[in-house]
């Protein structure tokens, strides 16, 4: 792989180069998702076709009456990930559908969630992502299908860049 420097405003990523506003765009959607928010999803990394993102269980926001993680936190998790994934095309993706396997749970501390692109089509993009605790133990597996519905622009606004699923 060839390191460019700082000046080209290009990231060095599986031999692509993923431009630096396209980034900062995909961050700036993630951001301003009210449910992303609520949830306190973060991304920790992103390259072209990889995200890794982390949420903390929070026993008032996550947990069901057990005190596990919700399947719903879960769930929601992995469609951030596969889906954040899919944004690193550039392209303005939805979800079409998803199969989540979950394997085992957990109560305290930080999930991290990892998502990639398995097959990138004309009209779609298929994604898979796990879900681990903080023992790195794998709490969850999935696969998703995501429909492509547009470009991402360098646009100011997110409003621009709305999708109808």
């Known amino acids: 792989m060839v390191w460019h420097s700082v000046h ?9 180069l993923m431009e630096l506003w396209l980034k900062d765009r995909i961050e700036e959607i993630f951001k301003n998702n009210p449910l992303s928010s609520m949830m306190d999803i973060r991304i920790s990394a992103l390259d072209v076709g990889e995200v890794t ?24 998790l992995v469609d951030s990930v596969m889906g954040i994934a899919g944004l690193t ?15 085992t749970n957990s ?28 023992r790195e133990r794998l709490l969850v ?3 998703g299908s995501y429909f492509i519905r547009g470009q991402i622009t360098a646009a100011d606004s997110a409003q ?6």
Do not use: C
């Open 8 to 16: 080209t405003a290009k990231i060095p990523v599986w031999g692509y």
């Open 107 to 134: 109560k305290k501390g930080m999930l991290t969630a990892s998502g990639r692109i398995i097959h990138k089509g004309k009209d779609h993009i298929i994604t898979e992502a796990e879900i681990r605790d903080k």
């Open 53 to 76: 993102l982390t949420m903390p269980i929070a026993s008032e926001i996550h947990t069901n009456v057990y005190g596990f993680v919700h399947g719903g936190s879960l769930f929601t």
């Open 160 to 165: 621009q860049n709305e999708v109808t699923a």
């Open 141 to 143: 597996k999935a696969q």
């Open 89 to 103: 095309t550039g392209n303005l993706v939805v979800t079409s559908d998803i199969n989540i396997r979950f394997i």
